[in-house]
Structure formats: structure tokens, C-alpha cells
């Protein structure tokens, strides 16, 4: 199918995302907001529990808390407020996905709030579109792609953008 | 836990090379000294036994050209000159590079082509010097066969000459001596073998690398290129180089002036960097076991319980003290590196400088001073650039040719001070308000106090120099210099006499990791107050505090002290404890008093820094993990009480 | 051209960690679950890479790479094997077995990538 294979090339010549040879990328897939997201595999570090979390006043809002994970202070992102999704209720399945992320340079460990982990997924480059100019209530640079998945339509969020914002605010 | 001996070798190669870079700089001033032309070739010697015993053979082979041209000058044949000393002092630094296996074959050839010319030039002339071949020849040349079944079982000989020919410039042949005849021969066998001759850097290490899944049924021969074979057949038996360094060291101090206070029959032993930092990590994490101990046992009216926990506190806290000590290093480390940059400087700008140091002994956490290198040498190179005459200038202003740069570090206090000082012409005002107007930083014609107009240069932007150096890839400039000082939780100050020099102050406190601190809280959550910063705690009784709803100070011995509500700066939207307190904490002549619901107590705090999302967030300087596990953040006085004073001050004025 | 790696290891999440760091390096992975596994999927086709664990239920690497070694079509075909520690007993007889090579466990991803492009080349 042509059409496919052009996505999956110009998907696989976009840089932010790792496509392997094939087209491929391992990731975890998880939900938050009622949306199904998705995380490059090799970025996460650990799956934990809700853990009791300590407010940083005049922090972002976006990454307001900080736990202690193993004796480091990690903060804790709410990814909800970066695609204005309502706040809810956390459950028995909440988790907080902890990552490695470069962030200025360093390499950062950061927790990401979750409602529900699903699974370690396979996604193709050629089942992925760009997410679309208009139309979408999402900030469009936040999001690096949309990938069918399953039945799904699954965000590829693009973490790096969406800590940009958080950090460039303050001087 | 086996040592692994290249490991060590390259430690003790570092401290070699920092000797012969001592020495060779000593002897440029010296250049007669004959006990210092020793203590350099004897570094070398050594340098060139070990290397060759450890495998690093191209160090061995490039240090004993070096090693040949200095002997020249410790039998008399030739006397040392400035620019042989500049010539081998170059090739220390490539030595170093080799130690890491990192060293361009090229630049290794031209810097003994250099020697070769200064050794000549030493002489005035006359017969070419022995010393320094040329281009000399590295390599190997190398012969292998493969087992008969090698490549049936997968290894396949094109790979591991393709490997081969990255080592290096490669010529490869092929031997077919041992072919069966074409009837007999099995195609899967492998019946040939392989001359190939490597030029370049090539290690011993490196070729058995290519072969090691092969090493044991194969025949491998190596022997090295041409005429550097000394390095590679350096006799073992020439000095075990383990008796050689330590005599070395201790027999290279006195010789070698002015470097590190070296204190005879110290007994020292080594110990990795990681496992000090595992050790301090421990340590840190037994601090919160026991304050959650002592916590519990002040809950119990167990009294052989409470006697055993105040033993282990005191335990505890000898144990971090000692922790603390472990870790100090004297500054002579830092200092030394520096003579070489001023050296460097003093060539590159043309002018004549001279490098004084005091209180080398002086010690400070070796984190501290790693982080001090790089704003250490962005001041001093400023000093040397901008605040230095040149030697004519200098004349002409009354000043001796040679200008002075003075590095000094003492401890007072919790702190160490270090203070840099020039003699130069001093921060130049008008440049400073004109590029502080052209940056929007002050209105043209703006009053402001000199000190603030000094401040000005920690901008973030601000330079009047028109170059910007690149110090290891980091951008530069007096801000950065100030954020790392501050992240160091220190301080940076300037003062400058037109005409006269400036002096540049870094306050550093002691300690990084663990400091005493006061657990407080309020609303909901807890905060911990450095200790050494609190100077009182006071009740706020609820009159006072509705009393002072409009303004915030509150006289505390006739004096008016502004403070501040945490409880509204960090919006808790709690309702007050009937029995606030106010801990007045000070920075230098400033204070404020910060209100809290509760003082809960001493609290032993183990520094944790936030990530780069929370460390600009104002009131913070990091955070640590109380004895439940929970987190609590460690508040940033200096940054509460500078937001206070505007207050003050405008209060002052309205009243 | 992808080169194509048959990993053999009973261990799931090894599998997993050995197929993310390979096909981030550009190589196609197909999985086998243990020696008898192996060698099915081995036999009748030509893999560049077999990468396998010795210690496995159900015929273990050894005999694996033996049978495999009995195949004129997998002739050539190097085989590595990941050995618990630098036990020279074990390579000694993973080697007569005819494997080609080995790589020490726990080992970084990058380490089996040198590893692969050592034997596959670059």
C-alpha cells in the first residue's frame, strides 16, 4: 500500500521519534484523561504505586509534587494539564510512570501520573499520521503523532516541547 | 575486589604528569637548576618504564624520545632552554592524551620534530641531534592463522581484518603456504593465513581485542614497525615501577618548589572517588535512620531506649563529621593547575604575570572543588585579559612590568574564602554604566550605589569584553560564574580600585551535604530552616498578628524587623495555628522573621537538589527526606530575605 | 539488507531487553524460547546472528548448537552465547560445541551491539 509506506517514511524522516529500520517502536502505553497515550519503552524506569506526594508552592503547574523514590527527589508531572483535560479521581489503577528524560542537558528522573498502565506494545511507523493542523484540542506541539493502534488512537505526546514550556517561563 | 592495573596505572601517570608539568614550569624560572632537570627526567623515566609495562606503548615509545632529549641536559651536553621547557611541556600534554587514548599521531610527530629543533637550537648548531627521530615509525606488523574450522563455526577472517584495518593504516597479505591441493581441500575449512602491518597508535590491547573470541586455538605473532621497538621491548627489568613511583614522588617534592605542602611519612591509602560518594551516601542515609530513631524513642518512656538513641545520635554525628573530613581536599590541587594556565595566559597576552598563592593548605569538600575549577579560571583569565596592563601600560602608570595575580583561601566561620586579586587597572566604571544602559539593566543617569554597579556584571549577557571564551564547551560569563558559586550555596562579591587591581571574594560554606536544620511547619506541610541561619525563635501571639495586618514588621528590640507569613507566601490556604512562632533568620546585616504554625524541631538534614523544574522556584534551595520517608523542602534564606527588604525599605520611607 | 538475529533464551524479559537493543540498532529479531525452540527455527532457514543462553529447559544451548552445527546450511553461521561469568570451563565447551563467540552476563545493550557488528560487521 503506497500510501502507508509514505506515511511511514515521512513519519520515520520526522527526528523526535525513533522509528526502528522497520518502522518500529516499543513503547508503554498508558491512559490519562480518558486518552490512551504512548512512551518510547527505553525511557521508562519504573512502574510504581501512588505514593504520598509533597506540594512545591509556586512550582509549575504542571509538575507541582515531588516523591521520594528510592531516596531521590523526583518530581511529578500531571500530563492532564498539558492537553487541558479535567482533573479526576485517582483509582486502584493509578500509577505514577517514572522516566528518564534529558531535560537542560541532565538526564532527569521524572514521574508522570497516570489512571490506568496497559502493556509494552510494538507501534508501526506506518500506521501513524501527524496530528492534524486544525481541529484538534490539543496544542499541536505537543503531541509528535497520532498512531492507530489496536483499536485506538493512540498520542505520542512530545515530552521534550511540553517541559520546554514549563521551563522557559521563568528567567 | 580485583584492582584493575590499567586503572591505577592512569591514576599514578596523572600524578606523575602533574609533577613533570610542576617541575618544567619551576624550571622555566630556573632554568640552571640542575636537582630540577632531574626531578623531570626521572618522571619521565618512569612514565616510560610503567607505560610500557601496563601495554600503553605508545606512551612509552613518544616519552622516551622526550626522555632522550632531557637526559642530553642532565649529563651537560645541552642546557635547558625556555623553549625546550615550552616545547616538552606540550608534549606532557600529549603524553596525557596517550594515558586517556586519545592523541593524534600527527601532533605527536610535530611535537618531536619541535624538540629535535630545540634540542639543535640548545646546542647553537652543529651536528643533528640524536635525540628524536622524526616520524618515527609506529606500528605492528602482525601475522595470523586460523584454525581449520574456524570459519564452519562462524568466525569469518574478512571481519577481523575489517576490524584490524580500523586500528590503523593497514597493508595486508595473504599467505597460502598451507593449502591442501585443490582435490583435497574442504571449502568450508580456512587453510590461509595473514601478514598485515598496522601504522599508527596500535596497542597491544587493541589486536587481541579484534581476536579475543579466537585467541585460544589461533597463532597470532606481533612485533612492532621500524625503529620504535624500544618502546615495545622496554626490559622489564629495569626498575619495578612500583618502587620507582613512590621514590619518585617523595624525592621529586623538595626539588619541586612551590607545589603542594608535602607533608614526609604521611600514611596515606588510596581510595576510589565512588567509593567515598557510596560511603557519604550511607552515611546520609543512616542520619535519617537515626533522627527517625530518636524520633520514636522520644515518643517512648523507655529510658534505656532514649540513653541507647542518644548514644547512636552522637555516634551518628562523629560519624558524619568524620564523613566530612574524608571528603576535604586542600585547594593546592586547584591552586596547581592554575600555574600552568597563567603560564599559558601570560604567553597568549604577551605580558609578563606573576602567580602568587597563600593558604594552599587550606581545605574544602572535593565536590566544591571541582565545581570552583571553571569560575576560577574564567576570573582569572578575565584578570589576566582585561585587568592586567601590558608591560608598557604598566611602566607608564608607576606599576612594576610584571603584573600580579594573587590567589589565596582561607577558612573562617562554616566557610572557606578564596579571593583572587589583581593589581591591574581596576573595573572600569564608565564601561559598566554604558553597557549596563545599553542592556536596559539602569536608566542613563540612574543613581546607583558603586557596589550595585559592580553587581551589574553578573548579568546574564553582560560582558564588556568584546571575546567570549569557551571554557570546556559551557557558555561563560559572570553570571555563570555566579550560579555555580550560588549553587554551591556561596557567595561572590567584587571590589575594585581604578588604576589600582580588583579583588573578587567567593564565600563557600563547608559542608554540602548535611547540615543542621529546623523543621517547621506549616498548614500541612513541613520545611526545613538551615540552622546556621536562624539567630531567634519568638511566639507571634494572635493580637500581634491581627495587629499587624497591613504592615509586616514587628519591633524586636527596638528594632523593626520586616517578616513574612509562609502561610500566604506559599498560599496554603490554612487557617493560622493560635500559637504561630516567627523564626528571624539573617543573611549578613539582614534579617526577616518567617512565620510558621509549628516549630517541631532540630532536625539532622541530608541535602537532596531538586530538578531543574523546582530549582528556580524562588524560595528552595533543595529538599531532604524526613524519618517517615516523606518529603520536605529546605528553604533558601538568602532568597526569603532579599524578597523581604524592598518591603522594609519602602515601609521605612512611608513612615 | 536487515540482518535477521535469532535470539534463543528462556528468559522472557532478557528476550525482550536483547530485542529492544537490537532492532534499536537496526536488526531484525525473531525469538525462540529455548533450545528445541531454536532449532526448529533455525533448521531450514539461514539466520546472520543466533545469540543464545546455554541454560535452558527443554534442550539446552549446548546441545542446540550442536545439532545446529550437524546442518550443512547453517555452516558459517556464528553463534554467541551468553555465559554467566568469564568461566573458561564453559567457553572451553561452548567452543567444541561450535559456537563462535560470547558475550558475559549482565551486559549493556551497546556491548551486545559491538558484539553483533564484530561478527556481522559494520
Redesign the interface.
Known amino acids: 500500500m503506497p500510501q502507508a509506506k509514505q506515511r511511514a517514511e515521512a513519519a520515520m524522516a520526522a527526528t523526535d521519534t525513533s522509528w526502528n529500520a522497520r518502522g518500529e517502536l516499543e513503547v508503554l502505553t498508558f491512559d490519562i484523561g480518558g486518552e490512551t497515550l504512548a512512551l518510547e519503552a527505553t525511557m521508562v524506569r519504573e512502574i510504581l504505586d501512588l505514593l504520598p506526594e509533597t506540594l512545591v508552592p509556586g512550582a509549575p503547574a504542571l509538575v507541582r509534587h515531588v516523591v521520594n523514590f528510592r531516596g531521590r527527589i523526583v518530581p511529578v508531572a500531571d500530563l492532564r494539564l498539558a492537553f487541558a483535560m479535567e482533573a479526576g479521581e485517582t483509582t486502584a489503577d493509578s500509577r505514577i510512570v517514572v522516566i528518564e528524560l534529558p531535560i537542560d542537558g541532565e538526564p532527569t528522573l521524572i514521574g508522570l501520573r497516570t489512571d490506568h498502565v496497559r502493556e509494552v506494545a510494538t507501534l508501526n511507523a506506518g500506521a501513524s499520521e501527524e496530528a492534524p493542523a486544525v481541529g484538534m484540542r490539543w496544542q499541536r506541539d505537543y503531541v509528535r503523532r497520532l498512531v492507530r493502534w489496536r483499536d485506538d488512537l493512540i498520542i505520542l505526546p512530545d515530552l521534550t516541547a511540553i517541559f520546554a514550556a514549563v521551563l522557559s517561563p521563568r528567567s | 575486589m580485583t584492582e584493575d592495573p590499567t586503572a591505577t596505572f592512569r591514576v599514578e601517570a596523572g600524578e606523575l604528569l602533574d609533577q613533570v608539568e610542576q617541575g618544567l614550569l619551576d624550571l622555566g624560572h630556573r632554568l640552571g637548576d640542575m636537582a630540577l632537570v632531574n626531578a623531570v627526567f626521572r618522571g619521565l623515566h618512569t612514565l616510560k618504564g610503567s607505560g610500557a609495562m601496563f601495554g600503553f606503548d605508545a606512551l612509552a615509545a613518544f616519552t622516551h624520545h622526550c626522555e632522550s632529549a632531557f637526559d642530553r641536559v642532565r649529563k651537560g651536553e645541552v642546557p635547558a632552554t625556555a623553549e625546550l621547557v615550552s616545547v616538552i611541556l606540550s608534549a606532557r600534554d600529549h603524553m596525557a592524551a596517550l594515558v586517556d587514548g586519545a592523541a593524534p599521531q600527527a601532533e605527536g610527530d610535530a611535537i618531536l620534530a619541535r624538540l629535535a629543533a630545540a634540542v639543535e637550537a640548545a646546542r647553537g648548531g652543529g651536528a643533528p641531534a640524536e635525540a628524536a627521530p622524526v616520524g618515527a615509525q609506529q606500528g605492528v606488523r602482525l601475522f595470523f592463522r586460523l584454525p581449520a574450522d574456524a570459519m564452519a563455526n562462524g568466525t569469518n577472517p574478512l571481519m577481523l581484518l575489517d576490524e584490524l584495518r580500523e586500528l590503523g593504516e593497514a597493508e595486508v597479505r595473504v599467505r597460502t603456504d598451507t593449502l591442501p591441493p585443490l582435490g583435497a581441500l574442504v571449502p568450508n575449512e580456512c587453510h590461509l593465513g595473514w601478514d598485515v602491518t598496522l601504522r599508527g597508535d596500535i596497542t597491544r590491547e587493541a589486536i587481541e581485542d579484534v581476536f579475543i573470541f579466537v585467541m585460544d586455538d589461533m597463532t597470532l605473532e606481533i612485533a612492532p614497525l621500524g625503529d620504535a621497538a624500544p618502546a615495545g621491548v622496554v626490559p622489564v627489568a629495569e626498575t619495578p615501577p612500583a618502587t620507582t613511583i613512590a621514590a619518585v614522588a617523595p624525592v621529586a617534592a623538595p626539588a619541586i618548589v612551590a607545589s603542594a605542602a608535602v607533608s614526609p611519612a604521611v600514611e596515606n591509602v588510596r581510595v576510589p572517588a565512588d567509593r567515598l560518594d557510596a560511603l557519604m551516601d550511607r552515611v546520609g542515609e543512616l542520619v535519617i535512620a537515626q533522627s527517625r530513631l530518636s524520633q520514636l524513642a522520644n515518643n517512648r518512656h523507655d529510658l534505656l531506649l532514649r540513653s541507647v538513641t542518644e548514644d547512636i545520635e552522637r555516634l551518628s554525628g562523629e560519624l558524619r563529621d568524620t564523613m566530612m573530613v574524608l571528603r576535604m581536599v586542600p585547594v593546592s590541587s586547584l591552586f596547581g593547575r592554575f600555574r600552568r594556565l597563567i603560564h599559558d595566559l601570560a604567553r597568549d597576552t604577551g605580558k609578563a604575570i606573576e602567580l602568587q598563592t597563600s593558604g594552599e593548605t587550606t581545605e574544602v569538600d572535593k565536590t566544591v572543588i571541582e565545581r570552583l575549577f571553571d569560575p576560577l579560571v574564567h576570573i582569572i583569565r578575565n584578570s589576566c585579559d582585561h585587568g592586567l596592563e601590558s608591560p608598557a601600560d604598566r611602566i607608564a602608570a608607576g606599576k612594576s612590568e610584571t603584573g600580579l595575580v594573587r590567589l589565596s583561601a582561607h577558612q573562617a566561620g562554616g566557610e572557606v574564602l578564596i579571593t583572587i586579586v589583581d593589581d591591574g587597572r581596576g573595573i572600569d566604571r564608565e564601561r559598566v554604566r554604558a553597557k549596563g544602559e545599553a542592556n536596559g539593566l539602569i536608566e542613563p543617569g540612574q543613581q546607583i550605589a558603586d557596589d550595585e554597579l559592580l553587581g551589574l556584571i553578573f548579568h546574564p549577557g553582560f560582558s564588556t569584553a568584546a571575546q567570549v571564551t569557551n571554557l570546556s564547551g559551557r557558555g561563560v560569563g559572570m553570571d555563570v560564574v555566579k550560579r555555580t558559586i550560588e549553587s554551591l550555596r556561596g557567595a561572590i562579591n567584587v571590589a575594585s580600585e581604578p588604576g589600582k587591581g580588583s579583588t573578587i571574594t567567593l564565600r563557600i560554606p563547608l559542608t554540602l551535604a548535611i547540615i543542621e536544620g529546623l523543621l517547621v511547619r506549616v498548614g500541612e506541610s513541613r520545611y526545613v530552616i538551615p540552622l546556621s541561619a536562624v539567630e531567634e525563635c519568638l511566639e507571634l501571639s494572635l493580637e500581634d498578628d491581627l495587629r499587624s495586618r497591613g504592615h509586616s514588621l514587628i519591633t524586636l528590640r527596638d528594632r523593626l524587623v520586616p517578616f513574612v507569613r509562609l502561610r500566604d507566601l506559599f498560599s496554603t490556604g490554612t487557617r493560622p495555628d493560635p500559637h504561630q512562632k516567627i523564626v528571624v533568620v539573617a543573611t549578613g546585616r539582614e534579617r526577616v522573621g518567617l512565620v510558621v504554625d509549628q516549630i517541631i524541631g532540630n532536625h539532622q538534614t541530608v541535602i537532596k537538589s531538586l530538578s531543574a523544574f523546582h530549582r528556580g522556584v524562588g524560595s528552595f534551595s533543595g529538599a531532604t527526606i524526613l524519618g517517615d520517608g516523606n518529603v520536605a523542602l529546605i528553604l533558601d534564606v538568602a532568597q526569603l530575605v532579599a524578597m523581604a527588604q524592598p518591603r522594609e525599605e519602602t515601609l521605612r520611607a512611608a513612615s | 539488507m ?1 540482518a535477521s538475529i535469532l535470539t534463543v533464551d528462556d528468559s522472557a524479559s532478557l528476550r ?1 531487553a536483547i530485542r ?1 537493543a537490537l ?2 540498532a ?3 529479531v525473531t525469538e525462540a524460547v529455548d533450545g528445541a525452540d531454536g532449532l526448529a527455527k533455525a533448521t531450514g532457514t539461514r539466520f546472520d546472528l543466533i545469540v543464545t543462553d546455554l541454560n535452558m529447559p527443554n534442550m539446552d544451548g549446548l546441545s542446540m548448537i550442536r545439532a545446529l ?1 550437524q546442518q550443512p546450511a547453517q ?5 554467541i552465547f551468553l555465559s554467566t561469568e568469564s568461566d573458561a570451563e564453559m567457553k ?1 565447551q561452548a ?1 567444541a560445541a ?5 558475550l558475559v552476563k549482565p551486559f549493556q545493550p551497546d556491548q551486545l551491539i559491538r558484539v553483533a557488528q ?5
Not at chain 3, 564484530?118 to 559494520?122: D, F, R, T
Open positions: 536487515t525482550m529492544i532492532t534499536g537496526g536488526y531484525a552445527r555452516a558459517g553461521v556464528p553463534i572451553a567452543k561450535g559456537a563462535t563467540g560470547w564484530k561478527v556481522l560487521g559494520k
